[in-house]
Structures are given as C-alpha cells and as structure tokens.
C-alpha cells in the first residue's frame, strides 16, 4: 500500500495550542518536530539531536484516556511523535503558554528570572518539561522536579539556576538533610551572611517577590471538540498515505490482528522511540505501519491472585505509576519484583522516553539493551501472545531467554498483547541492577535481573536465576551457573565458584561491539557480588543470631546512588552603595533575551522562515579514512524527487583552498579524502527530507591509501606531525634533575570533547540577485572568517558578502572556524542554483564532520626534594589535532604557556607537538589546550604527594607561586588573589574537617570509598598577538532617543549583549531601556576578531565605551545648557545643531607579545584566579560516583553582572566536569566516530550536579586591565571541573590502599566508572579473562593512546602475589566474613583463629610489606 493506491488518506484531526489542525495529507514519515517548525511555524520547539536524547523539543500532548476516563498531559519528544499517532491529541508548545506579546507564563518568566537562560536553545524544553510537570503536580517535590528534567539536557547553564526556577514552584522547599559534620544547607547562606557581616554580601541573584503568582486553574484547557470527539464520535480505523509510507490505526484487537497478518513486516508503532531512531539513523525503511495505540486491548492494567497484566501498549511512565502505588500499597515481600522494576524504571531513559515508549516496545525491541527484560525473564513473567492464524498463546521470557541466542521473541505474525508480572513470593529475594555511562536517560552498559530461594529456614538455594542484559545480542540467561548452584549453601565458597561459572558461560568476545569488554566482565561477576551480600543481608534479618556479624559488614555495600535536588549557594560583592541606580554595572541583570528564550521567540538560525523556492543543502562525506577519489556517481541522487541539483569541487568559482593560521585546507575534498566525514560534495533539494535521502544515494569509489593514522601512538611511529614543534624552557633542567631527593615519571591521556553545543551548525545564504552580493545568516562566532571564505570561494570581494549573527545557541569554540567551510559549500549552491539555500546539519553529522576538544597525551618527568619542593620538570605533551592544522598549532602554544597553572617550578622544560592523523580536524574549546595541559601538571603534583607522604594540598602550597615570581616565560604576576582564592576555599568548604570526614568513611567502608581534592586556578587572558585583541562598535542615537548599540561580539549566551548594554547604560547615562542591540554584522562592524579566548566583553566593551564616550562628548554642551533637559531633548538639540548622532570606537587591543624562539614574551594581558574543592563518592563494585560536594571561589574582579558571571563559572565548571569524568569519543579502528548523538555521548545531565555547590565571587578584588575593573570570565572555571577528578582519584586511591597496592598509579582522563572499576582492583578483576591485545580486533581504538587494557593486568599480577598464598584472605577482607576466621598460612602451615578485626589489621599491615618488598618475600606470621 502506498500513495500510489487511489485510496484517500482520512483528515488528521488534532489541536495546536488551542487551534484545530486538520491536515487532509498527513505523512506517516513526519514527525511533529517538523510539522511544527516548518508547517505550522512554530519555532519555539527547538531541534538538538532528533532522537529523543536531549529534550530540545519537549512539548506537552494531552489525551483523553478511554481506560481511566480522565485528561492527561505528559511531556514528551516532538522529535520522535509521528504526526500521524496525534488523532485526537492537544499539543501545547511553548508558544501556547505564553508570549512577549501577550502573557508570559511564570514557567517563563521565572526561568528567565532566575538567569535560567544563556544561549537560550534548551529553554524551551525546559520550560515544556517544568509546565508538564505543572499540569500534574502544581504543588511538586523536589524528586519529581529531578525526575521531569531528566530528559533535558542544556551544553550552557551548568543547570544550577533552572533547578532554582523550578524550586520556586514547591510548597516546601526540602533540604539535603545532611549534617555530618557541619551546617545543612539551609544553614549555608546564613552562615556565610553572619562570617562576611559588614562586606556587603549579596546571596540573591533573583527576586521571588517580583514573580507572578502560579495558578493552576488558569491553564489551557482540553478542547471540549476533541473531547466530544473522543466520547461521541464511533471509533473506526484511520489510514494515512504519505509519500512513501502507509500508517494504519486500527481500534480493536481483532483488526490488529488482521493487519499484522496481511503485513507481517510492519512494526507496531507506540511511542516510536526504539522504531524513529532506527528510520533517522540507520536508514530503515517501512512501507507500512501499524500504530496500535487505539487499540484497548492493548491499554489496560488488571490485578489478579498471581500478580499484574499489563497491556503492551501501556507507556513504561504509567507502568512507573501502577507499581509506585502497588509497593506502597501491598506487602513488600510480594512486591520484590515490582521493586525492582522501579528501580530501573526510574532512570530508564527520561521522563519524555518514559511517557511515550510502550511497555511491549521495550520487551520486544530492546531486546539487548532492555532494563526490564532480565527481571522479567527472571521472576518468571508471562507474555501473553496472539496472533490470527494461531489464536493466543503464552510465552515465559524466562524460557525464551534460557532456551538460546537471537531467538525473536514473536513470530513475524504476532503480537504482544500483554504482559503478566507475578507477586514474589516469601523467602524468595529479586535484585535488579545496572550500570551506565550516566545515572540516568542512558542505556546501561550491563544490566542483570537475579532471583533466589532457599530452602526454608536454611541457606541452601533451592532455586537460582540470572540473567544479564547488554552482554550478547539478547538478554542472556546464566542457565548452566545457577543449575550448578542448586543445593550449594548461599556462602564464601559458592560465591568464588558462582564467579568462575558466571564468567565461564557470559563470556564476551574481546571485539564486541560497545567495548568495554573488561569492564563489563567485571560488572558480571561485580553485580553477582552485591546480589550476594544483599541475600546475607536479608538472611540476617530473618536470621539474625546466625548472621550476627553482617549488619556491620552491611554498611559497606553500596547502595544505588539518587539523585537529589542540589542546594546551592551564589556570594558576591555588593555594588557601592553609593552608586546610582539607573548604573547597572555590577548588578545581577537578567539576560537579555532570557525571556525569549523562555517564550521561544529568540530566533536562531533556523528560526527564520523559509522564502518561496528555498532549497536545503544535505552534505555528502567521506566514509574512508585516507583514501583517493576514484569516481562520483551521481545518477542515482539526481533521479530522486525534489532533488536539484549536487555541488561538488567543480562548481567553486573562486578557491578551493583556504587557511585557518597557516596550513592550507580546503572546503570540498579533491581527489583525495583524509578522514571520515570530510565534505565531498552536496545535494540540494526542494525540501530537507529530499536532500537527505539523495545524498545517501551519492556513490563514491575510492582506493585505499597508507598509512591511516588515527591514534596518538601511530603519529608518533610515523612522525606524523604538524609545525613547528613548541617548546619553552626556563632553569637548568637537566643540571637540577641531578641535586634532587627523587625523580618520578608518568604519562596521563586526556580524552577529546564534543562541543555538543545544543544548535547545531547552521546557515542561510541569500542571494541578493545583483552585484553578487550574498547574505549569509549563520551561528558562527567569527562572521568575518565566514565572510571572508565565503569572498574566496565566490571569487568576489568581501564587500559584497553580508555575514549576520542574531545570536548563537551555544559555541565553546565549535563554532570560530568550522561554519565557514559549511558556509561557503551553502553559499556555492546559492551561487550556482540562484537561489535561497538553507543548511541545517543534523546532529550525527555535526558530530562527525566538525571536530572537537584535542585529545592530548602528556609524558612527564619530575625531580623534588622530599620535603614537597618540585626543584624539576619536563614535560612532553602531544595533542591529536587531525587531518588539519586549524588552529591546532595555537592551541598547543596556549598549553604549554599556561601549563605551570598555579605552580613556579624553578626548572621547567615543556615542549608541545600536534599529531596529523587522519580523524576529523580537531579545534577550539573552551580553555584552548590549558585543561589538558593543567591537568598533566595537577597530575604530577598528586604523584609527587604520593612519593613524598605529603598531602596534595600541601605540595600545592609548597609550590604555588609567591609574590615576585614570574612565569616560565617570564611575564610577570602577583599571586595575591590566587592565594585568596585558595586560602578561602580551603575555609569555605571546611577542607580539613571534610577530609578528616572523609578518611573515617572510608575505614568504615570496605566497597565504598570518599575522595576529596582542592585544585587552584591561574588563568591567562588575553591572544598573544596584539592584534587579535582589537576590537570594534558602531553606536547611533536615533531621534526618539533610542540608542542601537552594534559591536564586534557574537552572543554566545554567555550574555555578551547584555554587558555591553550595561556598559552604554553607565556611559551614556541612561537607562537599559533606551538601548538596543540587535545583531552583530560585518555591514556595522567590520573585520571583527572571533568572539573567543574570553575577552568578548573586554574588548568589545571598550570599543563600546569609546562610541558612547565620543558621543557623550558631543552631546556634553548641550547638556550643560540645558541641565534640566531629558535625554531626548538633548538628543534633538543635538539633531538640530547637525551634531552627529553616530559613532564608532575601536580598542587597539592588550600590548601583548611572544618571541618563541626566545621563549619569552608578555602573552597575555592579565590573569583570573580561582580554586574548587570537590568530594565525591564511588562504589567500588560498579565504579559510579556521585558528585557530594563542590565549593569554588572565582576571581573575576569587580563582576560587571554577577549572575552572568555566576552562571559562567557554574556552567564552565559542569562542562568541565564533564570533559574529566564522563564524556567519551569513541572511534573505530576505520576512524568512523560512533558517538554521534546524546544516545552514545553522554554529557552531565541534572543527575551529576554536586548535591551541594557553591560558588563565591572573590571580594574586593581589582582589575585595571580591563573594563570597570572586571575579568574574563567564560573559559577560566571549565578546568576547576578537574576537581572532580581529583577527588574520584583520591577515592580509588583509598580503595586501593585498602587492597593493599600502594604508589603511584595513571588515572587516565575522563575517571569514567568504567576506568573507576577497573582501577579499585580486587577479586573480582582479577578474576576476569584478559585477552592478549593482538588476539582480536577491538571495536574502538584510543586516539588518546589509553595504556588501560595494558595497564591493568600488570597491577592484577601485583596483587594476585598478594592475594593468592592464601585463599582465606579474599574471606576476610569480604564484606561478608564470618566472626572468627581462620587464617591458613602457606607456608608454615600455621593456623590461628583470630577475632576478625584484628586479623585484618595484621594482614593488611603484612599485605603493604609484601607489596614494598616484592615477591622474594612471602608471608608469614
Ligand atoms: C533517548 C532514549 C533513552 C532510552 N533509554 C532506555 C533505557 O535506559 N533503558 C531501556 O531499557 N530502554 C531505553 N530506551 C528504549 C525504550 O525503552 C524503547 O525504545 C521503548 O520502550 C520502545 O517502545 P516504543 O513504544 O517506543 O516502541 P516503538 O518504537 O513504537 O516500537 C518498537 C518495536 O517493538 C515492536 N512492538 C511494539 N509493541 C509491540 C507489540 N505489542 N507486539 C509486537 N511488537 C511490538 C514494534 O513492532 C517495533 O518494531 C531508550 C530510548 C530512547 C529513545
Ligand atoms: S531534538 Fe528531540 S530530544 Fe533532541
Ligand atoms: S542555555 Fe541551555 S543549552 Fe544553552
């Protein structure tokens, strides 16, 4: 069936924000995102990723609900709804609640208020979520504001101020509750208030008391039509022909039925989540679909004397609901199932995925990655099948799992129609578990479901399952291990040899995809481990006189981390009282656009609206590494409907080449491609859609080329590099590596980084029709560059190239060099097709194409004196930059000037090389090379704490620069507010008192373990070269007195506009409201320096300053003679005395400079100072972590607006905190990225906010090198993030200790709980499979030359010779250790039965020695 049939497609009846769609040719392949973006122009609803990961597009349905007769809202992914699944529906978006021109709703306004907003893309998902949580919860608790905000995620904010907005909705405000050792939160900002009393400290950024009042009862209501609609009107099947694409929605069950067995292959389509991203990622295809949604059979719940039906189609949020309000009602010990389901229920996915996704759909199609299917299969659930041939049946997931791999659950004409989940039974125990690369809307890595009982009054299992997701291609039942464990008492010894059976038979090849494949080994047995110490645990409940000593044991298993609400605290500096107040300077003003960001009514890029005959641009790449071009076919992409035409090399009337800094690069790849994802050519078509269909049609034939070089490693063994090298040298190192106490060697590898700005990059080039002139419309924070390359490639002068920037959702660096190569592609199309060209990349291939943070690898060698002094240093550090040079050699040279971070070491060698390698051109981030080359540097202090015995902390001291000292190039510095900073953060977050905390946790706790760590900051501002400082504004007064202000700088959301309006307002004496801004051009303000390094505001505020002073000058007389006079009397006095209302200012730029071949220079014009103290918590088993606490102290002199400033600092931090501890590129050994979505690369969600997070803003402190005073303040905090880091290091170096491995160890970069688990060695790595590196190809090869796979076994060897003369050991440091242990020594043969405490102390005194002495020494008594 198709469009082709003569059949009508029905009308598609739905509500758009209280208006009535009828859409008479509904495309089943059209999902609601663009049918609201393009059909109906409501761009409030933003695209981030088109899969369901990051919440862009979160928009509010309403259903009536025939089963339970009632309304319900529930937000959800406009990305992933076909449009088609809308019968019926209301969908409120964004623009629906409110509005600039109306009403704004106080969702809105309180985001916006609450400075909730930077680059304003994610807002409106967030506002969407908050208000769907609204509709059901006007009063709601804190879990359930964490809960609705899972699913969204924001690049900028750091999510601390959303979090607030959201707070000021509950009824009562929780606290943490935490009062270890010191003050609870609420407890906090009092404190701070009473110890800063006469400083005039500020902690509010916002007012509540200017919020408008929440009432529920004001909202939308449902359509009384569709309701009407939804009770009258006889349900009948609907069918929808789209272009390619049939959608059928049957209403009963028998129907169903008939359809499943007329197209066997249609899906059923629910929530669309496991079905939409496989059309939008791999290309799948459905002729026809059927959606079962209406079908009632299918929606219904039914409680029986076994336990709970549920229908297939029931969304996994009411299943949520159903068993939160079951377990509280019933009694827990027939609940166990249900609660085990919860707990992955609750952070499966976000609540959007939730809302939507079907029960039937998780079981039948997450067939590898479902959370449920191992608890399911475990506790013996039933399937409840049907299908019209062969009537009904019943399938248990158990069996189905037990009876082999890859088995499809249904035949091709069957249907799930319900599911039967049993009541537990006494004594029986159920654990569910899983591990993923983020807490929550991540796919777990491993997952496992594990159900006992034991006989009656005994420890001896009767009956054992386990089954484990994420491990093979299905949910794998450990079938043989648990049939092996009937009749084994639940003790030590079943435990080691449950191990070796559950390893022996879930064995995971070393090349399976995902990787991970020790880790995951690990988690096996791992999982298993807690499994058994909770059965203990709950035998000694039941039993509490036979396992008297495991409640003590008990402490030490980790629970599941939750999530809380983080409490938060913001100090800053007063303005002078004296101060007037219309000045804004130094005042928390809200974002500019914050509340257009919040209504949706900021446009971006892709916000402008189409033009008749308007094409779009979908790019064609290279899927080969380094590879000749043979031949492009194009036929079969022109055949296809709506295409244009394709622009290759060819059609470039200009040059193909261009330069970044100095090395050339060109647009299109000619001959010959260096990377996969490097553009070939581009289709263009009448419509999205078609663009990108045609362009997977482009067939390319290329001829393998050598060497492909993608790692670190390989650039190296091919001298593989770009020039020059860079070093800089101070001292005599090689003469004071001779006079020191002890010399230590390492290497650290720090991954790369996505931008993952929430925009992806996009441009509109417009061809204006005469002289060539061309607007090009684009997220770009260099416009000049893209002008520029736009000139070049057209062959025309820059004059004729308009580039405009209205605002940018988000940039980091992504977005200085990569848009002009997107924008000179798009505008050769423009070019060529004369027409209006649009080109909007989708996630996946902005993640492939453009390039991101370099990975660095940085090799180290330090000479000190045991008393902590650091007399030498060299370093080598080496950084992956790609097929490119881009700015990869600046890059470098900023990591190696600012690699002392806080540190004078008075002997210092570094030296910098940037690796050609053929991945995609890596580029500018956030921080420009010095969190990679800090990170080294805090790495080598912490060794250096380790040799010496000394604390990190007190190395840093050691070590910190004192007054009078200068860099390594020998600029000078004053290190009195870095020391400020430090010494207050050290008091603010009660180091010693903490860490004292801290060390008593963790000898309390055997599998859990504490970490802490305090790190300062010094960071340089400023470009070495004088001229990239420079900057430039435009400003007019018009008559009316209005006052448009244009200047060099992009708005990033780092709040740039909103500044520089502060500065007019003080210069010019007026106030805000008299002043514009409105977008930045190369028509206003030419040859503009890129928005970046931090300095936007600096520079472009003094070019600002200097217009407004220029006219205030003019306008001075004026003024004096009529003093009385308003601003616009003045104005017009002015006018009519033909004084120019217009004018420019320019800042030349900072005097800076650098000789590298002298080594020496004044790069940078002054420095920010700042410290972070982080404590977190790891569970050594799964190697999760949770961020406790993090307190930081930031130096940004006199703040020009401290919630932009605050906000800044929170989200460099977050983003920081991302880049050292979770967020991980992945690569092929092809060089094809995987990560190409928020699916695959998880940034820090809500979920990883530390509990408790402050931020201070350092009082009084000054700065005369930049406007009023202030300091940077965009990039500095991003590296602070490593406090994190550090403090996870900190923790798994106490784990370790505990195991008895002492020393120094490489922690590589990010601590993902990957690297966490397999770093607290133990049994349990120990016991797992290592294969031989050359035994097998891996699925993902380290571009940062990570030594992990390599490394491990090395220290497993090391305590295998501890662990292994004695068996009883293991029992003893177990968590589960009987009373009285006997201890069998090897040797002597010895036996000896100790209380357990004291046997410990003595092995673990005996176990550090045989590690320091080596294995000529065994153990005795
Ligand atoms: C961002 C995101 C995060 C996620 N996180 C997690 C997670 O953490 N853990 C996890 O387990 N899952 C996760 N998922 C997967 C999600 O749970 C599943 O995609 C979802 O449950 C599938 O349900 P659906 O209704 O959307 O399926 P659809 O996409 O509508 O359909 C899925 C498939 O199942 C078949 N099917 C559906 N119902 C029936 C039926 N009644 N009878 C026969 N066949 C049927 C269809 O034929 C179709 O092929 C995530 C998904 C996304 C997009
Ligand atoms: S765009 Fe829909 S979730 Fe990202
Ligand atoms: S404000 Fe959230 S992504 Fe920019």
């Known amino acids: 069936?198709?469009?082709?049939?003569?059949?009508?497609?029905?009308?598609?009846?739905?509500?758009?924000?209280?208006?009535?769609?009828?859409?008479?040719?509904?495309?089943?392949?059209?999902?609601?995102?663009?049918?609201?973006?393009?059909?109906?122009?409501?761009?409030?609803?933003?695209?981030?990723?088109?899969?369901?990961?990051?919440?862009?597009?979160?928009?509010?349905?309403?259903?009536?609900?025939?089963?339970?007769?009632?309304?319900?809202?529930?937000?959800?992914?406009?990305?992933?709804?076909?449009?088609?699944?809308?019968?019926?529906?209301?969908?409120?978006?964004?623009?629906?609640?409110?509005?600039?021109?109306?009403?704004?709703?106080?969702?809105?306004?309180?985001?916006?208020?609450?400075?909730?907003?930077?680059?304003?893309?994610?807002?409106?998902?967030?506002?969407?979520?908050?208000?769907?949580?609204?509709?059901?919860?006007?009063?709601?608790?804190?879990?359930?504001?964490?809960?609705?905000?899972?699913?969204?995620?924001?690049?900028?904010?750091?999510?601390?101020?959303?979090?607030?907005?959201?707070?000021?909705?509950?009824?009562?405000?929780?606290?943490?509750?935490?009062?270890?050792?010191?003050?609870?939160?609420?407890?906090?900002?009092?404190?701070?208030?009473?110890?800063?009393?006469?400083?005039?400290?500020?902690?509010?950024?916002?007012?509540?008391?200017?919020?408008?009042?929440?009432?529920?009862?004001?909202?939308?209501?449902?359509?009384?039509?569709?309701?009407?609609?939804?009770?009258?009107?006889?349900?009948?099947?609907?069918v929808f022909y789209g272009e390619r694409t049939t959608w059928i929605s049957p209403v009963s069950l028998k129907e169903l039925l008939e359809l499943k067995a007329k197209y066997p292959k249609a899906p059923l389509v629910v929530g669309n989540t496991s079905v939409g991203p496989e059309i939008k990622c791999k290309g799948v295809f459905h002729p026809v679909i059927i959606s079962p949604i209406r079908v009632l059979e299918l929606n219904f719940l039914n409680f029986t004397s076994n336990g709970l039906t549920l229908g297939a189609a029931c969304s996994l949020s009411l299943v949520k609901d159903i068993l939160t309000s079951t377990v509280s009602e019933i009694p827990e010990e027939k609940t166990k199932v249900f609660r085990a389901l919860l707990q992955q229920l609750k952070t499966l996915g976000g609540q959007q995925i939730r809302n939507i996704a079907s029960l039937g759909g998780n079981i039948i199609k997450q067939h590898t990655t479902s959370d449920l299917n191992p608890i399911l299969a475990v506790s013996n659930s039933l399937l409840n099948l049907a299908s019209l041939a062969g009537g009904t049946r019943q399938i248990s997931l158990n069996e189905h799992f037990s009876s082999g791999f890859g088995k499809a659950i249904l035949k091709p004409e069957e249907i799930l129609v319900s599911l039967s989940i049993p009541y537990s039974k006494t004594g029986e125990f159920v654990a569910a578990f899983r591990q993923a690369q983020r807490r929550e809307n991540a796919l777990s890595i491993v997952n496992a479901g594990m159900r006992l009982i034991l006989d009656p009054g005994t420890d001896i299992i009767m009956d054992f399952g386990i089954f484990y997701g994420n491990v093979a291609s299905t949910t794998v039942c450990a079938k043989k291990s648990c049939q092996a464990l009937i009749g084994r008492c639940w003790n030590e010894q079943m435990l080691e040899e449950a191990c070796k059976l559950l390893l022996e038979e879930v064995s995971i090849p070393g090349s399976a995809p995902g990787g991970k494949v020790e880790y995951k080994r690990t988690l096996i047995v791992s999982f298993f481990f807690k499994f058994y110490l909770e059965v203990l645990q709950g035998l000694k409940l039941m039993y509490p006189h036979r396992y008297c000593d495991t409640i003590e044991k008990r402490k030490s298993i980790p629970d599941v981390f939750h999530n809380k609400i983080p409490q938060s605290s913001q100090i800053y500096q007063a303005v002078d009282p004296e101060q007037l107040s219309q000045d804004p300077v130094g005042r928390p003003l809200m974002?500019?656009?914050?509340?257009?960001?919040?209504?949706?009514?900021?446009?971006?890029?892709?916000?402008?609206?189409?033009?008749?005959?308007?094409?779009?641009?979908?790019?064609?790449?290279?899927?080969?590494?380094?590879?000749?071009?043979?031949?492009?076919?194009?036929?079969?992409?022109?055949?296809?409907?709506?295409?244009?035409?394709?622009?290759?090399?060819?059609?470039?009337?200009?040059?193909?080449?261009?330069?970044?800094?100095?090395?050339?690069?060109?647009?299109?790849?000619?001959?010959?491609?260096?990377?996969?994802?490097?553009?070939?050519?581009?289709?263009?078509?009448?419509?999205?859609?078609?663009?990108?269909?045609?362009?997977?049609?482009?067939?390319?034939?290329?001829?393998?080329?050598?060497?492909?070089?993608?790692?670190?490693?390989?650039?190296?063994?091919?001298?593989?590099?770009?020039?020059?090298?860079?070093?800089?040298?101070?001292?005599?190192?090689?003469?004071?590596?001779?006079?020191?106490?002890?010399?230590?060697?390492?290497?650290?590898?720090?991954?790369?980084?996505?931008?993952?700005?929430?925009?992806?990059?996009?441009?509109?080039?417009?061809?204006?029709?005469?002289?060539?002139?061309?607007?090009?419309?684009?997220?770009?924070?260099?416009?000049?560059?893209?002008?520029?390359?736009?000139?070049?490639?057209?062959?025309?002068?820059?004059?004729?190239?308009?580039?405009?920037?209205?605002?940018?959702?988000?940039?980091?660096?992504?977005?200085?060099?990569?848009?002009?190569?997107?924008?000179?592609?798009?505008?050769?199309?423009?070019?060529?097709?004369?027409?209006?060209?649009?080109?909007?990349?989708?996630?996946?291939?902005?993640?492939?194409?453009?390039?991101?943070?370099?990975?660095?690898?940085?090799?180290?060698?330090?000479?000190?004196?045991?008393?902590?002094?650091?007399?030498?240093?060299?370093?080598?550090?080496?950084?992956?930059?790609?097929?490119?040079?881009?700015?990869?050699?600046?890059?470098?040279?900023?990591?190696?000037?600012?690699?002392?971070?806080?540190?004078?070491?008075?002997?210092?060698?570094?030296?910098?090389?940037?690796?050609?390698?053929?991945?995609?051109?890596?580029?500018?981030?956030?921080?420009?090379?010095?969190?990679?080359?800090?990170?080294?540097?805090?790495?080598?202090?912490?060794?250096?704490?380790?040799?010496?015995?000394?604390?990190?902390?007190?190395?840093?001291?050691?070590?910190?620069?004192?007054?009078?000292?200068?860099?390594?190039?020998?600029?000078?510095?004053?290190?009195?507010?870095?020391?400020?900073?430090?010494?207050?953060?050290?008091?603010?977050?009660?180091?010693?008192?903490?860490?004292?905390?801290?060390?008593?946790?963790?000898?309390?706790?055997?599998?859990?373990?504490?970490?802490?760590?305090?790190?300062?900051?010094?960071?340089?501002i400023g470009f070495e070269a004088m001229f990239l400082n420079q900057a430039a504004a435009l400003v007019h007064i018009y008559m009316d007195g209005s006052v448009l202000v244009t200047h060099g700088g992009v708005e990033l959301g780092q709040g740039i506009h909103t500044k520089i309006m502060q500065v007019a307002s003080r210069e010019l004496k007026i106030p805000t409201s008299f002043i514009h801004i409105c977008e930045t051009s190369t028509v206003t303000v030419p040859n503009t320096r890129p928005t970046a390094a931090s300095i936007g505001t600096d520079i472009n505020g003094m070019a600002v300053k200097n217009a407004c002073q220029t006219l205030l000058k003019r306008l001075q007389p004026i003024m004096d003679k009529n003093p009385e006079g308003t601003w616009k009397d003045w104005v017009t006095g002015a006018f009519r005395q033909s004084i120019s209302l217009s004018a420019t200012g320019f800042f030349r730029g900072y005097d800076t400079n650098m000789n590298w071949d002298k080594g020496e220079g004044r790069p940078f014009e002054y420095f920010v100072y700042g410290a972070a103290c982080s404590e977190v918590e790891i569970d050594c088993l799964t190697g999760d972590h949770k961020n406790i606490r993090t307190d930081i102290i930031m130096d940004v002199g006199c703040s020009l607006n401290p919630a932009v400033d605050i906000g800044q600092i929170e989200g460099a931090f977050v983003q920081g905190l991302g880049l050292y501890t979770m967020e991980e590129l992945k690569y092929s050994p092809e060089g094809v990225l995987y990560t190409r979505g928020p699916d695959q690369y998880k940034i820090p969600a809500v979920c990883d906010i530390p509990e408790q997070f402050s931020v201070s803003l350092l009082s009084s402190s000054q700065n005369p090198n930049a406007i009023y005073s202030s300091k940077a303040v965009g990039e500095p905090a991003l590296f602070l993030g490593c406090s994190v880091f550090f403090a996870i290091k900190d923790a798994v170096a106490a784990a370790r200790q505990e195991r008895g491995i002492t020393g120094t160890f490489t922690f590589h970069s990010p601590s993902t709980a990957e690297r966490i688990r397999m770093a607290c060695v133990d049994q349990f790595t120990k016991m797992i499979p290592w294969d031989e590196p050359e035994s097998y190809v891996p699925w993902a090869v380290p571009v940062d030359q990570s030594l992990l796979s390599q490394q491990i076994p090395q220290e497993q060897e090391r305590f295998q010779y501890a662990m292994d003369p004695q068996t009883d050991l293991k029992r003893v440091l177990s968590a589960a250790t009987p009373p009285n242990t006997l201890i069998i020594f090897p040797e002597g043969q010895e036996r000896s039965s100790l209380k357990q405490e004291q046997v410990c102390q003595t092995l673990l005194t005996l176990w550090a020695g045989v590690c320091d002495m080596g294995p000529a020494h065994g153990l005795d008594e």
């Open 1 to 238: 069936m198709s469009s082709s049939t003569t059949a009508r497609s029905d009308e598609l009846i739905f509500f758009v924000n209280g208006r009535k769609i009828i859409e008479k040719n509904a495309d089943p392949e059209r999902m609601l995102l663009s049918y609201l973006r393009k059909r109906l122009h409501l761009t409030g609803t933003k695209y981030g990723c088109g899969t369901g990961g990051c919440g862009a597009c979160t928009v509010m349905i309403s259903t009536y609900e025939p089963f339970s007769k009632k309304i319900q809202h529930c937000s959800a992914n406009a990305c992933l709804i076909p449009i088609c699944c809308l019968y019926g529906a209301a969908v409120t978006t964004v623009e629906g609640i409110g509005s600039v021109k109306s009403r704004i709703h106080p969702v809105q306004e309180r985001i916006a208020k609450c400075h909730g907003s930077q680059c304003g893309f994610c807002t409106p998902g967030m506002v969407m979520s908050i208000y769907a949580l609204l509709r059901n919860h006007p009063e709601p608790t804190m879990e359930q504001i964490s809960e609705a905000l899972a699913g969204n995620l924001c690049r900028c904010t750091g999510y601390r101020p959303i979090i607030d907005a959201c707070k000021t909705f509950c009824k009562d405000l929780d606290c943490c509750k935490i009062r270890e050792n010191e003050n609870c939160c609420l407890d906090l900002k009092e404190n701070l208030l009473l110890s800063e009393k006469g400083k005039e400290i500020c902690t509010k950024l916002f007012a509540t008391d200017e919020f408008q009042p929440w009432d529920s009862t004001q909202e939308l209501i449902f359509p009384p039509k569709l309701l009407l609609m939804a009770k009258e009107q006889r349900k009948r099947t609907l």
């Open 591 to 1020: 974002h500019l656009a914050g509340i257009k960001h919040a209504t949706g009514e900021a446009i971006y890029c892709d916000d402008i609206r189409a033009v008749e005959e308007e094409l779009f641009l979908a790019i064609v790449t290279s899927s080969r590494p380094h590879a000749k071009i043979i031949s492009i076919d194009l036929s079969d992409a022109l055949k296809l409907p709506g295409v244009i035409d394709v622009i290759t090399v060819q059609d470039i009337p200009g040059t193909n080449e261009f330069c970044c800094i100095n090395e050339p690069e060109s647009v299109f790849a000619n001959h010959k491609v260096i990377c996969v994802g490097q553009i070939i050519c581009a289709v263009v078509a009448d419509t999205d859609v078609h663009a990108k269909r045609a362009a997977v049609k482009v067939k390319i034939t290329y001829e393998a080329l050598e060497p492909v070089i993608l790692t670190i490693e390989e650039a190296i063994k091919n001298n593989s590099f770009y020039d020059p090298e860079r070093k800089l040298e101070q001292g005599n190192v090689d003469e004071a590596f001779e006079t020191v106490d002890q010399i230590l060697e390492g290497e650290i590898h720090i991954g790369g980084q996505e931008h993952f700005y929430m925009e992806t990059q996009s441009v509109l080039v417009v061809p204006k029709g005469e002289d060539k002139e061309m607007d090009v419309y684009v997220s770009s924070q260099h416009p000049t560059f893209t002008q520029e390359l736009v000139a070049s490639v057209l062959n025309v002068p820059s004059s004729r190239i308009m580039c405009h920037v209205k605002r940018v959702g988000g940039g980091f660096g992504g977005k200085v060099t990569k848009p002009a190569i997107l924008a000179a592609v798009t505008a050769v199309a423009a070019n060529k097709t004369g027409r209006v060209v649009r080109c909007i990349l989708d996630r996946g291939d902005d993640m492939l194409i453009t390039g991101g943070r370099h990975p660095f690898l940085g090799k180290y060698r330090v000479g000190f004196m045991n008393d902590g002094r650091i007399m030498a240093l060299d370093v080598r550090y080496y950084s992956n930059g790609g097929c490119t040079a881009d700015e990869s050699i600046v890059i470098m040279e900023t990591a190696l000037l600012r690699m002392d971070n806080a540190y004078m070491i008075p002997n210092l060698r570094c030296w910098g090389k940037v690796c050609k390698t053929n991945l995609p051109s890596n580029t500018a981030f956030r921080g420009f090379g010095f969190p990679q080359s800090a990170l080294v540097t805090e790495s080598w202090i912490t060794d250096v704490a380790i040799k010496t015995g000394l604390s990190p902390e007190k190395i840093r001291e050691i070590n910190m620069y004192k007054k009078g000292n200068q860099t390594h190039y020998k600029q000078d510095l004053d290190p009195n507010n870095l020391v400020k900073c430090w010494n207050e953060c050290m008091e603010k977050s009660s180091y010693y008192i903490r860490k004292t905390a801290v060390d008593k946790f963790n000898k309390q706790n055997y599998w859990k373990k504490k970490g802490i760590a305090i790190i300062p900051l010094k960071y340089s």
